[in-house]
């Protein structure tokens, strides 16, 4: 059973750094099956896919977030991690890890972690 | 961007009757399109992927059709534990894009 589970600060100061982690277990971040995802929901709005890191390293990021979103992963302890810069109200959201199967093109997301709210206030 | 357009925002029926929601793309996806359901407080779950497969465990109430822009979810015959928020996604470019959702509520 592939499981997810996200971490990090509930709350983010205005301009700073939103940093989550998300922890992996039921399968290897390494086997090259899965984009290693992140989502947001933001209030009153829909889905907002962020970007997938995969176990080579290499990411893709949606481009309305690219400029302040990086992706990294951690293979040895079975995590990766999600770093959003600058951020503002507008970045208040639940985020969401997932996993999704590895087709083309693009993916859909098969597993994913129950989800942290953050909230960007001073 | 392909915007994923969801109608209607929200659906009021009882559980027995049968649910329709639609999901309009912006341009042709190739039939690469999938349904979520998420419950308060949940992760959404993959119902339905490439159009009209259903995702492991998903019940045969639940059914997708439609093709290149045009696209529907169809719940036979609701049970009570089907009214929540329904998602459409895209993969047939990048980004990823998902509808805004469609709120099934009980009338």
């Known amino acids: 059973q592939v499981l997810l589970q996200e971490s990090g600060p509930g709350l983010v100061k205005p301009s700073q750094t939103l940093s989550l982690t998300c922890t992996v277990s039921g399968v290897s971040i390494n086997s090259g099956l899965y984009y290693w995802t992140w989502v947001r929901h933001v209030p009153g709005t829909g889905l907002e896919w962020i970007g997938y890191i995969f176990y080579s390293g290499n990411s893709r990021l949606n481009p309305s977030l690219r400029s302040r979103v990086s992706m990294s992963m951690a293979k040895s302890q079975s995590h990766f991690s999600l770093r959003l810069t600058s951020v503002t109200a507008a970045d208040t959201a639940v985020y969401f890890c997932?996993?999704?199967?590895?087709?083309?093109?693009?993916?859909?997301?098969?597993?994913w972690g129950q989800g942290a709210l953050v909230t960007v206030s001073s | 961007e392909t915007v994923l357009t969801q109608s209607p925002a929200t659906l009021s029926l009882s559980p027995g009757e049968r649910a329709m929601f639609s999901c309009r793309a912006s341009q042709d996806i190739n039939n690469y399109l999938a349904w979520y359901q998420q419950k308060p407080g949940q992760a959404p779950r993959l119902l339905i992927y490439d159009v009209s497969n259903r995702a492991a465990g998903i019940p045969p109430r639940f059914g997708g059709s439609g093709s290149g822009t045009d696209f529907t979810l169809t719940i036979s015959s609701l049970e009570p534990e089907d009214f929540a928020v329904y998602y459409c996604?895209?993969?047939?470019?990048?980004?990823?894009?998902f509808g805004h959702g469609t709120r099934l509520e009980i009338k």
């Open positions: 996604q895209q993969r047939g470019s990048w980004p990823l894009t």
């Open positions: 997932a996993g999704g199967l590895v087709v083309t093109p693009g993916y859909y997301l098969h597993y």
